[in-house]
């Protein structure tokens, strides 16, 4: 299993960003897939899921109405669109089907003027 987290970078509050997560070594398009992301000192947390046909989202309140969770299983890859950011958005993000154990490498998000 690979999973393989960009786009993160360093952005003013209210600014957008779009994170993209591409897995290999299942059948991804069978999966569900969750974003969680994780500030140093805190434990990781869940921000949004998408099931494996996409039909249907869910998000943590701290995200609700401002980030949007997508896929495309042609392409093995999962989305978080990140609107409104704010600086208690700063954190690694990662993505992962909640059945299976590995990580990636996450990719920093950083909200910051």
């Known amino acids: 299993v690979q999973l393989v987290e960009s786009g993160g970078d360093l952005v003013q509050p209210g600014g957008s960003l779009r994170l993209s997560c591409t897995a290999s070594?299942?059948?991804?398009?069978?999966?569900?897939m969750n974003w969680y992301r994780q500030t140093l000192g805190k434990e990781r947390e869940w921000v949004a899921g998408?099931?494996?046909?996409?039909?249907?989202?869910y998000y943590a309140d701290s995200v609700k109405g401002r980030f949007i969770i997508s896929r495309d299983n042609a392409k093995n890859t999962v989305y978080l669109q990140m609107n409104s950011l704010k600086p208690e958005d700063t954190a690694v993000y990662y993505c992962?089907?909640?059945?299976?154990?590995?990580w990636g490498q996450g990719t920093q998000v950083t909200v910051s003027s």
């Open positions: 992962k089907p909640p059945q299976i154990a590995s």
């Open positions: 070594g299942f059948t991804f398009s069978t999966y569900p």
């Open positions: 998408i099931i494996s046909t996409g039909g249907t989202t």
